[in-house]
Nanobody, 111 residues
Framework: QVQLVESGGGLVQPGGSLRLSCAAS????????MGWYRQTPGKQRELVAT???????NYADSVKGRFTISRDNAKNTLYLQMNSLKPEDTAVYYC?????WGQGTQVTVSS
């Protein structure tokens, strides 16, 4: 069974950085369609960044220039580098690869 295990969330001050990781078990990493969403209480899950087929990436306008999605095929791991974090980035972040989802990791940006 495919599992995605997320890590890297936590508490950070405004302007700080975090790197989220999403490690996949099983040989699904060559699948198209992977990325990150986030969700805050009472709101729908929001697209943060996606990696589509080929070399295409897509970012929410609110994170462009601050967040970077990347992947390490040898490690079957998807990353989200988050810089210049703002309080409004506070959310539970979820990774997905193909049809599989991670368990979510909390990111809190606060002074």
């Amino acid at each position: 069974q495919v599992q995605l295990v997320e890590s890297g969330g936590g508490l950070v001050q405004p302007g700080g950085s975090l790197r989220l990781s999403c490690a996949a078990s099983g040989s699904i990493f060559s699948s198209y369609g992977m990325g990150w969403y986030r969700q805050t209480p009472g709101k729908q899950r929001e697209l943060v960044a996606t990696w589509t087929g080929g070399s295409g990436t897509n970012y929410a306008d609110s994170v462009k220039g601050r967040f970077t999605i990347s992947r390490d095929n040898a490690k079957n791991t998807l990353y989200l580098q988050m810089n210049s974090l703002k309080p409004e980035d506070t959310a539970v972040y979820y990774c997905y690869i193909s049809i599989h989802w991670g368990q979510g990791t909390q990111v809190t940006v606060s002074s």
